[in-house]
């Protein structure tokens, strides 16, 4: 699950995630699967001044 995936790579906090080339809505990433072979794009937002 995408979860699993993003503990694994250390991202914490708010994130966007596209899949495949469709974005995953913040309430489906606990319930999307991640298998070999798709294409992510992950953008964690970072804040500061």
Not at 22 to 49: K, M, N, Y
Request: proline content about 4%.
């Amino acid at each position: 699950m995408l979860p699993d995936l993003l503990k694994h790579l250390g991202i914490q906090g708010t994130v966007a995630v596209e899949l495949n080339g469709r974005l995953v809505r913040r309430q489906d990433q606990a319930s999307t699967p991640v298998t070999e072979g798709d294409c992510l794009e992950i953008v964690h937002f970072v804040g500061g001044g």
